[in-house]
């Protein structure tokens, strides 16, 4: 049984996310872009450089205005204009090239995110709301995005400045300034450390509130029938309306917390300014220093701030994208528990399909929906699978088509065990038209040619709707087969949407067709004919109809009574209603009907 892991709600968690974490995660979600990132990485390198090379020309120019010594000036105001403008060039081109990729990785991340989605289990689903998760994806790899914009773009260039600037400072033997400056950054350090700690515990309970929101709105709008039916707009809207209220309330929250914090920072990083020209003053008066070596030291100083500043802002702004990123990677912990083998075998030539003493229950908690279920389905039989509401019939289809793995037992197509078939295989061999409707918000021709990759003729087409009894209806839309159906096929009656269900099914012409409850909308005579038409179908295909509702079971080879998760009775239709009492109660309701 699968883990499901895919919100924690726990900020503890998050604060174990270290920055370095962070940036793997962001390096690994950014698979196919590395090459740019690296270049973006140079060319920051080289902005750095630029912007650090004035300074010392700075320097250069005023020790030769003291010495009046003019013949160099030109040289260095020349190189200091160069410098601007490869700065200029290269701080562009940076620019330029992150903003370039940042949709693209956005875009790339995104469809990783969705592929890994899809590929879950369906109990995943199950257990989480679609919104949520859709809201969780699309906020995560727009901060993916954003975190790489700030930190190749701003946050690597600050780190840059200040490592060359601290470096020179020491070059130039004005240890005691970089002595202040590795201090003034210790301290600066330490206060930004804890601060950042509460700002992340801030934007977390932000972001949280936010896909909380989102998820719901985007559920409830998937079922807006239910919405209007029960009457609960206004009620849906106030519940939104406090979630954003907590929403607005966490970033008001954070937004004043940040302004304090980045005031007291502003502060503080100014004051070493004031005691490096103090000690830098001192030297001068002593002898041991000329004024263009003050002035360099002091640019140089101050740069060296700025690259820090730089440096700490933009490691604060990573933040903000860091509760998306942690949630990116709570999705991914998320695998499928049911995998597919890695040297399938094809199901050729099998003539019966086996469930052998099957025991399956839905999570470790919950009681067994099938206890020891053993029978055989044998190629081009009709078989019929009855039973109470609640009895396990669904789960046997979904055990069928692998969404699920057996407990104990084993399935079979065949001699190959089910876990031996790729999923493509089965999906082939096998369509399971389920008790829930499955339409898309399309036409009902997109709707009847999903999942056929082939060209189909609109004779089979036509073929498919005839025999889900479909033709007649789809004639008469305003539209013919190019009618939309609308969100979950709204503009359809149940039992339409169950015919199109059908034909959809028919059109991918399975060996094996699984009717789940899939005539169960359709009056007893329409259901009749669907029936009458599938037997009629090529003698080698398996039919396997699913239903409490046992109107035409006459047309059956055999029956399958089904109990509480056990096989009950097996027989025909005459034996069974003679020998067994949960078939002969199902009888007599249909007859009531
Ligand atoms: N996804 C699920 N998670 C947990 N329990 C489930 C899940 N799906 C079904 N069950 C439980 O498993 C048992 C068998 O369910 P199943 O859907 O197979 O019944 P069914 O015979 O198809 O009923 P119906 O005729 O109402 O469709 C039921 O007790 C049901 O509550
Ligand atoms: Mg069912």
């Known amino acids: 049984m699968a883990q499901t892991n895919y919100v924690v709600k726990n900020p503890e968690d998050l604060k174990k996310y270290s920055f370095l974490e962070q940036f793997k995660d962001s390096w690994r979600y950014s698979e196919g872009h590395h090459f740019i990132l690296i270049s973006a990485l140079v060319l920051s390198f080289l902005a750095a450089l630029f912007s650090i090379i004035p300074s010392f020309l700075y320097g250069q120019i005023i020790t030769s205005l003291s010495k009046s010594s003019f013949a160099n000036i030109y040289l260095y105001l020349g190189a200091m204009i160069i410098c601007y403008f490869l700065y ?11 903003y370039l990729n940042n949709f693209q990785i956005r875009r790339d991340s995104n469809i990783r995110f969705y592929n890994h989605i899809f590929r879950l289990n369906l109990d995943f689903f199950e257990k989480a709301s679609t919104g949520n998760v859709m809201s969780q994806i699309n906020s995560g790899t727009s901060d993916l995005a954003a975190f790489n914009k700030v930190f190749y773009r701003k946050l690597i260039m600050g780190v840059f400045i200040f490592i060359s600037s601290l470096v020179s400072l020491i070059l130039l033997k004005a240890s005691e300034v970089a002595i202040i400056g590795i201090i003034s950054v210790i301290l600066y350090q330490l206060w930004a450390y804890f601060t950042n700690i509460k700002k992340i515990e801030l934007e977390y309970l932000y972001s949280l509130g ?34 954003y209220s907590f929403v607005y309330k966490a970033a008001i929250k954070s937004r004043n917390f940040m302004n304090r914090k980045v005031f007291v920072e502003k502060v503080l990083i100014r004051i070493p300014n004031a005691v490096a020209l103090l000690f830098l003053a001192i030297s001068f008066m002593k002898g041991e220093i000329e004024i263009g070596a003050i002035v360099t030291a ?22 903000n994208t860091r509760p998306g990123m942690f949630k990116l990677r709570n999705l991914l912990k998320n695998q499928p528990t049911i995998e597919e083998p890695k040297n399938p075998k094809k199901p050729a030539n099998w003539n019966e399909i086996s469930f052998n003493n099957v025991r399956f229950a839905y999570s470790e908690k919950e009681k067994l929906a099938l206890e020891n279920v053993s029978f055989k389905i044998k190629k081009g039989e009709k078989l019929a699978i009855v039973g109470l509401s609640g009895s396990g019939k669904s789960t046997i289809s979904k055990l069928l088509l692998r969404i699920y793995d057996p407990l104990t037992g084993k399935i079979k197509i065949g001699d190959l065990s089910l876990k031996e078939i790729s999923f493509a295989d089965i999906y082939n061999l096998i369509k399971v038209v389920p008790q829930e409707n499955e339409l898309i918000d399309t036409t009902i021709y997109n709707n009847l040619k999903l999942g056929t990759s082939k060209n189909v003729a609109k004779e089979e087409i036509i073929n498919a709707l005839k025999s889900a ?3 007649d209806f789809v004639k008469k839309l305003p539209k013919g087969i190019n009618t939309l159906v609308g969100t979950n096929g709204i503009k359809l009656s149940g039992g339409e949407k169950q015919r199109i269900c059908i034909a959809r099914a028919l059109l991918s012409n399975p060996k094996v ?47 399958i009574v089904i109990n509480e998760g056990r096989i009950i009775g097996e027989g025909t239709h005459d034996y069974l209603l003679k020998t067994n009492s949960i078939y002969q109660r199902l009888w007599r309701q249909s007859k009531k009907l």
């Open 513 to 559: 067709l699984v009717l789940d409850e899939a005539t169960s909308h359709l009056d007893v005579i329409t259901e009749r004919k669907v029936h009458d038409e599938l037997h009629k179908l090529e003698k080698d295909k398996t039919i396997v109809a699913i239903t409490h509702r046992i109107s035409s079971m006459y047309l059956f080879d055999r029956i």
């Open 210 to 243: 936010w896909d909380k929101s989102q998820g719901k709105i985007m559920d409830y709008l998937s079922r807006i029938q239910l919405v209007k039916t029960l009457n609960i707009k206004d009620k849906l809207l106030n519940t939104l309306r406090r979630n």
């Open 298 to 319: 002091y640019v140089i100083f101050s740069k060296c701030l700025d690259g820090y500043v730089t440096m700490q802002d933009n490691y604060s702004e990573t933040l």
């Open 88 to 98: 200029a060039f290269v701080d562009r081109s940076v620019d330029a090239i992150i």
């Open 469 to 471: 009894q479909a033709l």
